[in-house]
């Protein structure tokens, strides 16, 4: 079974999921809006941007990979994409299961899967892991159909909880005050705030804004590195105290209220050592801003940048 967002699949028409449906496949776009008339629907502004795979009750795949060509280096655009996405074997598998079923029976009215309860996980069979891989996790979810607004207050909880450093990977830095004054408040703290953007742009006014943002916050303290090794689309956080975040969520507005979003939270010393690796070898290609920098660009460049932030609440 397939869900995906109709608008954010443009490019691709019903007749590409022929071949599956007759193979005994289904396909649905989401909250059963059509792909040829995705623009007439009241829910137009509402995307699903969760990136799920779900296998066998047991595997489940979350992060930041969509299912497109720049995602393999295929796009002559963006070169190299930089993503990160995690392979998770166990029990949070069926709490993914658990979030696609519940957007498969949203979006699709005519064949729906069995609610989950405690009988149908029983059925399952399955073993509480013992390995010494073993990671405390959990799958959150947050969209625009609850008020708790869950990722964006995990991201506050993580940050404010920092006791030593912060390291944070997105495409868009647009972050609301909350989060805002949250990364300036640990950055004073003496906690080591560092955040990696792309160097170049997918949405002409999303990096404008970004940029925007990368320069209030180099400002107050904060390191902002450029990655300069093509595109990077990862939404990683990973602080001191162990905790990582990984997901679909970006640094922005429309993440953080109007996207259906899904992000893994995970309690692991190890897990947390290996993405600030991660994040520390991406450093080596990627160029730390400076106050100089975006003093020197051109009034125009900065105008774009100011104009842009305006349009954060919608980008």
């Not at 995906?4 to 490019?11: E, H, I, N, P, Q």
Request: aromatic share 14%; hydrophobic share 35%; glycine share 6%.
């Amino acid at each position: 079974r397939v869900i995906y967002d109709a608008s954010g699949s443009l490019g691709t028409k019903p007749s590409y999921f022929d071949n599956l449906r007759k193979l005994g496949g289904e396909v649905q776009t989401f909250i059963s809006t059509s792909s040829k008339y995705w623009f007439r629907t009241p829910r137009l502004n509402y995307h699903l941007h969760r990136k799920l795979v779900i296998i066998d009750h047991k595997i489940g795949y979350i992060g930041g990979f969509n299912i497109g060509d720049q995602y393999v280096d295929k796009s002559k655009k963006f070169g190299h994409w930089r993503d990160t996405h995690l392979q998770v074997v166990g029990q949070a598998a069926i709490m993914m299961e658990i979030r696609f079923a519940m957007d498969w029976n949203t979006s699709c009215r005519k064949s729906r899967l069995p609610k989950y309860n405690l009988k149908n996980l029983d059925k399952l069979k399955l073993k509480r892991p013992t390995s010494e891989d073993q990671v405390a996790m959990q799958i959150v979810a947050s969209g625009p159909d609850s008020q708790n607004f869950a990722i964006r207050r995990g991201y506050e909880g993580i940050i404010a909880g920092a006791r030593k450093y912060v390291y944070i990977q997105s495409p868009y830095l647009i972050p609301e005050p909350s989060i805002l004054e949250a990364l300036i408040v640990s950055a004073k703290s003496s906690v080591d705030v560092r955040i990696m953007i792309p160097c170049m742009a997918d949405h002409p006014f999303v990096y404008r804004a970004t940029e925007y943002y990368a320069k209030y916050l180099t400002a107050n303290g904060i390191k902002v590195y450029k990655y300069n090794n093509g595109f990077i689309h990862a939404k990683t956080m990973v602080s001191g105290s162990n905790i990582c975040s990984v997901g679909s969520a970006n640094q922005d507005y429309r993440s953080y209220m109007l996207n259906f979003e899904v992000n893994s939270f995970n309690y692991s010393p190890k897990l947390a050592e290996k993405l600030k690796k991660i994040f520390e070898d991406d450093l080596e290609q990627s160029t730390l801003l400076t106050n100089e920098y975006f003093d020197e660009q051109s009034h125009w460049r900065k105008f774009k940048q100011y104009f842009s932030r305006l349009l954060s609440p919608i980008l």
